[in-house]
């Protein structure tokens, strides 16, 4: 006998969320914008000292969101931990919107924001960055104007890594007076710069932040809301009790103690993504400024074929052809030896496209 399932309109209209590909350990891995070198020695130490008994408690938050909130120059009470970057956006829709609600978005963006859109049964208005992937400021304080219940913007953006400027910001924040806005901040370690401070300033202002790329902690699952204490507060009754995991929770803790671990790792990162930049612009390829730990380029409409050269020689990279168009990559950054050995395969794998007459 069949059973019918009594399946959300939302979920049966949408495609499940492809996950990344399998199969990556062991290859250089510059599709997901993953700190390739990993976490520092001193999270390894801690994650040895967890005892059985720990494992068998469910994990208390008090101490270590007190360090982590010190770390990041905010309260506690200013601190809402969350499973991952992701939970960390969630969690907005499970506070704000309702079905039909109205949300605001720039695309191409961070993919999770039109998710858990679709997943709420949400309308969603999208405006757009341009050729030059450069912010519509304009376009958005229109928009703005129209009263969305959330506006999710990733700065720096991904995959265009592009930076609001702080003007810029404090133009949307005086806009949206009645609106939701969640400053995604996931790169805000390779921008120099973030607006934590401003929380008192602006209470509709949300700052999200993971701890899966300048911590190197993507496995774990560790994110984070900051907001002022009152802003926060309905957010917190949104949430699970025991929504991180006690490893991540310690994790974290000594990533933070140990800050020349990931400044130095920032360092890199910033170093290579210029150096990355100059040396596609010599071979003709077009690349975008970025803030974040990648850099996106257009190849033109031979780069497909040299990404699944490079694929096949286990070098990683996030094709956008599909979203963007033939020939633009997403090229995560990584360490020196991998981006030595990217510059050395695309020198010797790509064909620029021939010119019309």
């Given at each position: 006998m069949k059973t019918r399932l009594p399946v959300r309109k939302a979920i049966l209209k949408r495609k499940t969320y492809e996950a990344p590909a399998e199969g990556r350990a062991g290859k250089i891995r510059l599709d997901f914008n993953e700190n390739t070198a990993g976490c520092g020695p001193a999270v390894l130490r801690a994650l040895a000292k967890?005892?059985?008994?720990?494992?068998?408690?469910?994990?208390?938050?008090?101490?270590?969101?007190?360090?982590?909130?010190r770390h990041l120059g905010v309260r506690p009470e200013e601190l809402l931990l969350t499973n991952g970057g992701d939970d960390a956006l969630r969690v907005f829709f499970d506070t704000f919107v309702e079905p039909h609600s109205h949300i605001l978005i720039c695309e191409p963006t961070f993919p999770m924001y039109r998710y858990w859109a679709e997943i709420a049964g949400a309308r969603i208005e999208v405006r757009r960055y341009d050729a030059q992937m450069r912010f519509p400021l304009t376009d958005i304080l229109a928009a703005l104007r129209k009263k969305p219940r959330l506006f999710?913007?990733?700065?720096?953006?991904?995959?265009?890594?592009?930076?609001v400027t702080a003007?810029?910001?404090?133009?949307?924040?005086?806009?949206?007076r009645h609106t939701v806005v969640i400053l995604d901040e996931a790169y805000a370690e390779f921008s120099g710069f973030s607006a934590l401070?401003?929380?008192?300033r602006y209470p509709n202002l949300f700052v999200a932040r993971t701890f899966s790329k300048a911590a190197g902690l993507a496995a774990l699952r560790l994110g984070?809301?900051?907001?002022?204490?009152d802003?926060?507060?309905?957010?917190?009754?949104?949430?699970?009790?025991?929504?991180?995991?006690?490893?991540?929770?310690v994790a974290a803790d000594a990533a933070l103690r140990e800050r020349k671990t990931i400044r130095a790792y920032v360092r890199n990162i910033q170093r290579w993504r210029k150096q990355l930049a100059e040396r596609l612009n010599k071979l003709g390829i077009a690349t975008f400024p970025s803030a974040g730990n990648f850099l996106l380029a257009n190849f033109g409409p031979t780069g497909p074929v040299l990404f699944a050269k490079l694929e096949r020689k286990g070098i990683l990279l996030r094709d956008r052809t599909k979203d963007m168009g033939p020939g633009f990559v997403r090229i995560t950054i990584g360490t020196r030896k991998e981006m030595q050995t990217l510059l050395r395969q695309i020198q010797r794998n790509w064909k620029a496209p021939k010119r019309k007459n």
């Open positions: 967890l005892t059985p008994q720990q494992f068998g408690m469910y994990p208390e938050y008090r101490k270590p969101s007190a360090s982590i909130a999710f913007l990733a700065n720096p953006n991904n995959p265009t890594g592009t930076l003007a810029a910001l404090r133009k949307i924040l005086v806009a949206a401070t401003w929380i008192h984070a809301v900051i907001a002022a204490k802003s926060l507060e309905p957010v917190r009754r949104a949430m699970p009790p025991f929504p991180v995991n006690l490893a991540a929770l």
